[in-house]
């Protein structure tokens, strides 16, 4: 087994891969809306691409046959979509759905097959992703799945929830917000998970804001936005709903309904925001009090005494931080405070400031420093002049 560098990985058995995304959504097939090259001057940004400028950066394979291509390109069942190494591609759904695919990255329809590489998925509403031997399900989620080359598999959930489960044993995963799945041979042993490391969500969210910072040199998106049972007129970047370009087909999807009322569930060690009904552990109204019921719930680092160190929020007994660069930027040792002597003179100071003996201990520095007698400056000794003698001449 090797080790991702941004996060955990497990080998699959031969001929397994997951199938992320099953075309079996209503509507006209997906297309490719949108290629981004990262920007040679600046790392932190992408460059939108044109028409023209896609060669080698994204490119589109129908029955072995390289397609040429224009944005946006109307993708069928079997094409084969492949980006560059500094390239990244969006797909898109009729009903809104985004997959992201990073660099290097090769993926097949018919179902989201992905060979190798790394995408990101955004979905809303019932959805099922599948595999040779795995299938899962998740509603209304936002996830980042990854493949090696030799077939090792990253997935971390960045919202919502996924339930993993297999086709041929009886192992069922249910995952939540901030947490991976991961296997080692599906069809022998059960499965696992674990927890998110902050910094591995840091890694994360940085990529996709790098994205989403590119995206918005473009014209806002703007189309209908159902949050709540209610519907309204939105751009993509500011629905926090689901988020349709067809009014007929929002309408149909977005039944009016009685807002539910959202606030914070603790569930499997962590705190995300969402509705009571769909908590399956403890909910409250705030984020203070979800966190002092669910005390081991987040993870991160703690700053105390000029020290980093890796804890959750419950344990930290100083300053805490989500962010790992954050934390050591921050953290300095609190300057040490005491009682300093100095010629026979006793003041507060730090150790730092103190230019004489320092004591933590008052008493401790009243004793040492009576003892302290103040030298004596030397006295200065008169200069004495002679009176003025003329020279005598001969």
Known sequence: MKTMARYFSVALPYGLVLVLVCLTLCGCGPALVRVMKEDPRDNTRYLRLSSAELGGEAT???????????LPYQLQPGDVIETGPDAVAVVRFPEGNEIILDSNTRVRLGSFFVEFGRILARVQG????????VTAGVEGTEFVFEVTRDRAVAVT??????????????????????????SQ?????????????????????RWIKK????????????????????????????????????EAQARNACPSSIPEKLGYCCSGGRVYRTTAESCRGVFASTEAEAYR??????????????????TSRSGCAGSFFTDYDEATKNCRPKPETGYCCMRGELFQSTRENCKGSFFRDEAEARKACRSIVPLPMPPIKPKLYEPYRPPVIK
Not at 60 to 70: D, E, T
């Open 126 to 133: 019932l959805f099922e992703a599948e595999s040779e031997n």
């Open 293 to 310: 019921r669910c005390p081991d719930a987040q993870q991160g680092y703690c700053c105390r005494d000029g020290r980093v160190t890796e």
């Open 157 to 182: 959930v960045l919202d919502g929830t996924v339930v993993c489960r297999s086709k041929i044993r009886s192992w069922q995963v249910h995952l939540s917000q901030g947490e991976f799945f991961y």
């Open 211 to 246: 994205i989403e910072e590119s995206t918005g040199q473009l014209k806002p998106e703007t189309g209908y936005c159902c949050m709540r049972g209610e519907l309204f007129q939105s751009t993509r970047e500011n629905c926090k709903g689901r988020f349709f370009l067809d």
């Open 185 to 205: 041979h599906p069809n022998l042993v059960n499965p696992g998970k674990r927890s998110a490391m902050p910094k591995e969500l840091d890694d994360i969210r």
């Open 60 to 70: 589109v394979y129908r029955g072995g046959r390289r397609l040429p291509v224009s």
